[in-house]
């Protein structure tokens, strides 16, 4: 058995556990790791430059602490001069699984959010040219914005839907979740190819076309059909 710890027992006291608030609880949902799905749309993977076609899923993730809540304003990040918003369904899930099947993975999806995954693009691009990690592009501080969870008893599977996003109040994003290339039950069960997922986990599953920069004084607004309204005001520079 782990001995106990308190924080005088640390060199420097832990920050609290990232967690989500749960829509009609008290209770919220810890968070400890998030993975993304790339270019997961069809006309997205276009729009990069990507076969959507030929392309089997691939990933990238993000910290925990790289979270922020709709509703936020947060501050234009550094190091960029084109920071971008990527309009997505986020997945928690809620059970062990490893190695399993699709119509297994579906019973491990305990709940949805919708989210931004915000991108550094140029740093990002940089990265694709020189075959070096994405993780300033992707994983940087604010990074990972998202809307209260619903539970899937709630709101049923998600596998169809609008998926909407618009900055100062035009529509720059549109598409439907019956377009995404791998569903979410393919996703969680290619994932779990690769590792033990449990509670805790989130996915990011990926972009419908029209990405695109944000300045300071931007607001963004996001839907999806069933969830929360997902909002974001960008700040001026640190």
């Known amino acids: 058995m782990e001995a106990q710890t308190m924080s005088s027992d640390y060199v420097f006291p832990p920050e609290p556990q990232p967690s989500v608030p749960v829509r009609g609880s008290r209770q919220r949902y810890a968070v400890s790791r998030i993975f993304c799905v790339g270019r997961n749309y069809a006309a997205h993977a276009r729009e990069m430059g990507g076969d959507p076609d030929r392309e089997p899923p691939f990933y990238f993730t993000k910290p925990a602490n790289a979270l ?20 997505e369904l986020v997945v928690a899930i809620g059970a062990p699984v490893f190695k399993v099947t699709p119509e297994a993975a579906k019973a491990a999806v305990w709940g949805y959010a919708a989210g931004l995954d915000m991108t550094r693009r140029d740093l990002q691009n940089e990265a694709k040219k020189t075959g070096r990690p994405w993780d300033t ?31 100062n109040g035009e529509e720059k994003q549109r598409g439907d979740l019956s377009d995404l290339i791998w569903s ?24 419908p076309e029209g990405v695109g920069p944000v ?6 607004t996001g839907q999806i059909e069933g969830l929360a309204e997902l909002s974001l005001t960008i700040g001026a520079p640190e």
Request: net charge negative; proline share 7%; charged share 15%.
């Open 215 to 220: 300045l300071p004084g931007d607001v963004i």
């Open 68 to 87: 922020v809540p709709s509703g936020a304003t947060i501050p234009y990040p550094p190091g960029t001069k084109n920071y971008h918003y990527e309009m």
């Open 184 to 207: 979410v039950a393919e996703v969680v069960a290619n994932l779990s190819q690769f590792y033990h997922l449990k509670a805790g986990d989130l996915i990011y599953t990926g972009t």
């Open 137 to 167: 592009g992707k994983g940087f501080e604010n990074a990972a914005v998202i809307t209260e969870l619903v539970r899937v008893s709630e709101v049923g599977p998600l596998d169809k839907g609008a998926i909407t996003l618009a900055v």
